[in-house]
């Protein structure tokens, strides 16, 4: 009679779909008359993790999966929903000293799935299986065995296919908004208008097919697969057709960070050289077929916009407006890491492949038909970071 084929296998999936949303924001109706300071402001900050383990061992074919992953689940916009919104607004008109709006947003996201397969010695209580799963911490162990005597020895105790894979993937779609809408304003201070949008990514994916020594798998395959996607859009903006009938310094500022704190350091040098955004391992051993393949992928498309709008007035004939300056910035650290190894085995194949793409857009605009009317001989520019142009707008 046939030796019974034992499949183990243990599969693991963490999934975290996120839609928050934080709104400051003041709505239509009468304008405000005001004595003292305006300010409108929206925080967020987050911590998000998810983690996938699975662990499987088999004298057969044992094989071990896990994804660890987390997207948005907001509104759509492009080919990804939004994990966060944060805006301020003010859509009403406001006679104040001084004018604040700012949106910032703070958040981290960490996807991590590790996945190993191996050839599994043979227990004397016959067949056995164990498996646990949970959604952000994961322990897997999964033991299954041909029913052999471990007395007996005329078997080798290694399985005969191992296969052990894990993707560890991050979608993350943060939007930060700062707006003053098309109303007017009359300052006795500065109006200040800023969104700052701050986004850390990291994701691991590692898959070991591998054995104890002596108890390697006939066949070994191993895959690891890490993908960090940042998307995020960062917005200041006055409005079209906006009035800013009289104020101090008038600035509209956005800035966006990638993997770095807001001082400009890179999150994997506060690390150390270990740190990257994504990290794709594999590794097989086989005795007769070893096969690894790693992909760790970083895409990054995050738009960064400060604009004053089409026919937006700044300073009358009453009052006029000090210094205007309209600002974008974005700092960016991006590091990939794919590693593979195949060996033991008469045939053996390891590829890895490291890709870190960035598609970032930097705007900073005034809009056509906009007016200034200022104290003479002040100092107006658009500037954009990283490129530095300055156009003077009105002297």
């Not at 061992?57 to 916009?77: E, F, L, R, W």
């Not at 916009?305 to 600002?327: C, F, Q, Y």
Request: include cysteine.
């Amino acid at each position: 009679m046939a030796d019974a084929l034992c499949v183990a296998i243990d599969g693991v999936v963490a999934l975290a779909t996120l839609d928050e949303t934080t709104t400051a924001r003041i709505g239509t109706g009468a304008a405000l008359d005001l004595t003292g300071d305006l300010e409108i402001a929206a925080s967020n900050e987050g911590e998000n993790e998810a983690t996938a383990t699975g662990d499987t061992k088999s004298a057969d074919v044992g094989i071990g999966a896990a994804v660890a992953a987390i997207v948005g689940g907001g509104t759509a916009n492009g080919a990804f929903d939004n994990t966060s919104v944060t805006s301020a607004e003010l859509a009403r008109s406001v006679t104040a000293d001084a004018l604040t709006l700012s949106a910032d947003a703070d958040r981290s996201y960490a996807a991590n799935a590790t996945a190993t397969a191996g050839g599994g010695k043979a227990e004397p209580d016959g067949n056995k299986s164990e498996s646990t799963k949970t959604l952000d911490k994961t322990a897997s162990a999964q033991v299954g065995t041909n029913g052999q005597d471990p007395k007996d020895t005329t078997k080798a105790s290694g399985g005969k296919i191992s296969v052990a894979a894990a993707a560890g993937v991050v979608a993350a779609q943060d939007v930060a908004s700062a707006r003053l809408d098309g109303v007017t304003v009359t300052l006795g201070g500065d109006l200040e208008i800023d969104a700052s949008n701050a986004t850390h990514v990291t994701t691991l994916g590692s898959g070991a097919a591998v054995g104890s020594k002596g108890n390697s798998s006939k066949v070994g395959i191993g895959v690891g697969v890490a993908l960090s996607i940042d998307n995020d859009t960062t917005t200041a903006a006055i409005a079209d057709g906006a009035n800013i009938a009289k104020a101090g310094k008038v600035g509209v500022t956005a800035a966006s960070f990638e993997n770095t704190d807001k001082t400009g350091e890179s999150d994997f040098a506060k690390k150390g050289s270990a740190g990257v955004g994504a990290e794709a391992y594999a590794g097989a051993t086989a005795s007769k077929a070893a096969v690894a393949g790693a992909l760790a992928v970083e895409y990054s498309t995050a738009t960064t916009t400060a604009a004053i709008g089409d026919n937006v007035k700044l300073g009358t004939s009453a009052g006029h407006v000090g210094a205007i300056e309209v600002t974008t910035d974005n700092t960016s650290s991006f590091s990939s890491l794919a590693s593979s190894q195949a060996s033991q085995g008469k045939v053996g194949v390891g590829a890895s492949i490291a890709v870190d793409y960035s598609a970032n857009s930097y705007d900073a605009s005034v809009g056509a038909g906009a007016s200034v009317l200022t104290v003479a001989g002040t100092h107006h520019v658009v500037l954009a970071d990283p490129e530095g142009n300055e156009f003077c707008v009105a002297g």
